[in-house]
């Protein structure tokens, strides 16, 4: 779906854009070269920053009718160790503000003309996200504000992406973090961005508090341990003006759960995922002080997320089992599903779609992503193959 | 200590390499070019190969004074399912003969000239193993066979790169594993190559038997449970007549042991060397077909195997020490000490060494291997650092 750069690099104004994101027009146009700015085809086009270019995050998003921009987010980077971190990071501000970093993906919702949509993490358009979003978020807020995106996390068991059931949550939900300009991508303090989604009637992720930084670390490690104990994820910590990057701080629960995950399909995900985890577990453990018998449960856990879903998926594979994933959508439109599986189909998503069942005014279609790569490593192994 | 192509090419008889290694010349002056054949300044010079090139292995060496090659060690590869990769790898053969597989590291000694060499996996000429391999091996063989090349492990206490214990070996010795011809690398029958170190009084790794292959599985399988047993690593499955390549597999014991080494050392290991590790556990247990006792165990050793060497890691810093490996060479010239300490400032690692200890008519040297990016890392993280 992406072609060549000739034909459709002319659809984009490259000066405007350089302008407005002030960097100079041959760093546009050798990404474009590069493919680091993508030419992106649907019922709405696009180009995307596939990665960042100058100081432009990856997942930027460029609209050629009308032209609009909408900034990729920011990666938020993680802390190992908590007090340290807190220190070092926010001694300049007073306080920080604590917010639950939910289990779903990352969705940026804005108004483009005169329509909304919702972008993936990567800068794409996703049709079904972008249907629930119209129904979730609606239009009220980018009347009075079309110059915001609202950042937010899209959680529930209805999710192609990170099903989750744990939230008491029926299909799915949105659940804002951040404002920011379409633009420029500057954030909204956080008490006022609660406050004007207040307002319109849309959830805000759970806000745990505003802490003075000499006693945040012990109140986010009791939050973390209680968050973990439902398997929630962890917490984002922010300098409540917005002015310094957040930092992200996660339950062991979660980040087994992660593993678990990872090693279902053990040859589809980077090997980095894994690397990172366990270091993660390693300095929690060295940061609580933990005693024999925790320590040893930590270990006991992490070992068994690791194998279990590895060993269930070879014997899957052995009974001659195709190893996939079951996710669910649940759409008002059956136009929606069609443009899910072509956009399924362009970002290199394998994937079966069942027939759609009617639910009320819904339908739910049930669809099993092929996780290619583990099925033939683990077929081939199984074979007899050698490793290396 | 590796210059300039230009000078140091003209060293290299590029016309003679060609033939007899039979590459064509523009390979060889094309790889000199990219630093993948590379000169190697010492008592001794020579080319080593750091990556193949065409069909010749990395780790080939060729000798200027005079010309001489040493062909690399081929790779093994390594089965996660033993009974398939049987079937599928050693068919054509009747039986197959099983040598132990032994931890310690890969040395071939051959004789350049009049003066013995031993180089390592890479290609390189260690002034200590070299020292070792003169009172180990002698002239003896080589006056006989100057064409030939022993190939074995280096095994014991005094090894600097990996000390074991567990063998009942006082110092450090030779177990020969393979004979080749220097310049084309054939390898000699597994019996007869037995035969001949027996008659030069050379150890050989210990030999478990030759066994048809419809039984072969189980013999091995139960070999394995013995030696993981004894922490001793696994075995080496080879055809006979070494016409087909050999197989590895190794036991569960041995994989956990690398992983409870490499996690102390954690940022100084690629991430590979976990990910292939975790994999070979679940195919193991799946093809053992293991009970949940059996299972729970293996996880819990693997989760504690990961962990607990990190988090001591991550104390020690904590407690300001400097994260460093200890090892020892014993040696019966100081000058060889010294020649030892530039080759391992050759090949890039940081290592203090001790005053010598005379003992007997030796020296007992003790070494700090500095791992410096573990140190880094885990300092940065203590310090607030965030992860990416």
Known sequence: MRRDVSEFAKKLDIGKLSGLLDIPEHRITGALKRKTVQYVWGKKELFRFDKPVSSIEGGTSVFTKPFDIV??????SRTLMLNPALQKHFSSCRKVAVEEKMNGYNVRVALIGDA????TRGGFICPYTTEKAID??????????????LCGEMVGPDSPYVPK??????????FVFDIREKITGKPMPVMKRRALMEEYGIPSVRFFGE?????????IS???????????????IKDPQMILP?????????????????????????????????????????????????LKKRCRQLGENLLLPMIKTIKKKKDGERIAENVQIRVKSLDTVKEFEEYLKLVGVDAVFEAPEKIGNEYLVRIRKIHQSTNDRTEAILGGQLWS
């Open 71 to 76: 900034r990729g987010f920011p990666k938020i």
């Open 116 to 119: 909304l949509v919702a972008l």
């Open 136 to 149: 979730l978020v609606g239009l009220d807020f980018f009347k009075d504000h079309p110059e915001l995106v």
């Open 165 to 174: 059931t744990f939230y008491d949550i029926e299909s799915l939900d949105f």
């Open 211 to 219: 802490f003075e930084i000499g006693e945040a670390h012990n109140e």
């Open 222 to 236: 009791q939050i973390i341990r209680e968050l973990g104990g439902s398997m929630h994820e962890g917490v984002v």
């Open 246 to 294: 957040p930092v992200k701080y996660t339950s062991s629960q979660s980040n087994c759960a992660d593993l678990r995950y990872a090693f279902e399909f053990y040859n589809d995900f980077g090997r980095d995922f894994f690397f990172g985890r366990v270091c993660r577990e390693a300095f929690q453990s060295v940061e609580w002080g933990e005693d024999e018998e925790s």
